[in-house]
């Protein structure tokens, strides 16, 4: 074998392991560190290149190549993984050869149709992979939000003020009842921490049902100028109210500079957004529309 088409087969023998265990992981929720992905992706490799020499030194027939790489699959997921139960070393095991036999069809055809080009091959196996399993549509949706769909945005009441990384919800439309201002939907457990006493204990009291006592707690602070009750709708917990209180201003930073806006209301949620914390705010689209 060229030493040219040696080296095309080492790279994609090692491509096409580490990117059929990183779609592995992503598909089943179950990622790991890039360091023992790419200590499994030359794992498995070098056991490919051993199978290929003894092939090609006759100790080996032709036949045998195909089981004994679908055996090299389970050390590189052992190494990628680490220890896992029996049932889910399995079901791990069996994504990573099936991804990893429509990755090779992939790229088995488009080296046909190039002439064994190397990077054409590359793409082939690349875009079989995104293609042709559940990464295809849900790793780059959620790449594409994160690119496209999250700003940070720094809120203003007074002299509180801080930044949190916000998703553009097109689905939010809530606006304030009195105002027609558009609202800003906030983790409480993010702004706590920003919060001054009085208005964390009203919070606390508006999510127990007491309003009384949230008038009381904000009666002479100047937060109660402040204050708005957010009527919502949601598919999951029908009608609601919502705590919310209206910013200064805020600003949306877009990394040169950042555009900002003073008619908003920032409600509290007491429920996470983003299991991952990726984003702890959701943003009413006709902020950016009025924003400048």
């Known amino acids: ?15 096409m392991h580490w990117l059929t ?11 790991t560190k890039h360091r023992r992905t790419l200590i499994a992706s030359v794992a498995a490799g070098l056991i490919d290149a051993v199978i290929i020499l003894l092939i090609r030194s006759g100790y080996l027939r032709a036949y045998t190549a195909v089981p004994l790489a679908i055996l090299s699959i389970l050390p590189a997921v052992r190494i ?15 994504h990573v050869l099936g991804i990893s036999a429509l990755a090779f069809g992939g790229a088995s055809a488009c080296a046909y149709l190039t002439g064994n080009r190397l990077i054409p091959t590359l793409l082939g196996l690349v875009g079989t992979v995104l293609a042709t399993t559940e990464i295809g549509w849900g790793y780059v949706r959620r790449r594409f939000r994160e690119w ?19 998703l553009i919800d097109t689905g939010n439309r809530l606006k304030d009842p009195l105002t027609g201002a558009p609202v800003v939907l906030l983790e409480y457990s993010t702004a706590a ?27 002479n602070s100047p937060w109660l100028a402040r204050f708005r009750i957010i009527p919502f709708t949601s598919i999951g917990d029908g009608k609601g109210l919502l705590p919310g209180f209206r910013a200064d201003r805020i600003l949306i930073l877009d990394g040169a500079g950042h555009l900002q806006t003073k ?15 990726t984003f702890s705010a959701l943003l009413h689209p006709d902020i950016l529309a009025k924003a400048s």
């Open 263 to 277: 008619n908003v209301i920032v409600g509290l949620h007491v429920t996470k957004f983003s299991v991952g914390g």
């Open 80 to 94: 990628a993984f680490g220890p896992l139960p029996l049932s889910k070393f399995t079901i791990v095991s069996c």
């Open 1 to 15: 074998m060229p030493h040219t088409s040696l080296m095309s087969a080492a790279v994609m023998t090692f491509a």
């Open 193 to 219: 921490k920003f919060l001054p006493e009085e208005v964390r204990r009203a919070f606390m009291a508006f999510d127990a049902g007491d309003l009384g006592l949230v008038s009381e707690l904000l009666a």
């Open 148 to 166: 496209f769909l999250y700003v940070p945005i720094e809120i203003h009441f007074g002299d509180v003020r801080f930044q949190v990384n916000a």
């Open 21 to 31: 265990l990183w779609a592995t992981g992503e598909v089943l929720n179950c990622r």
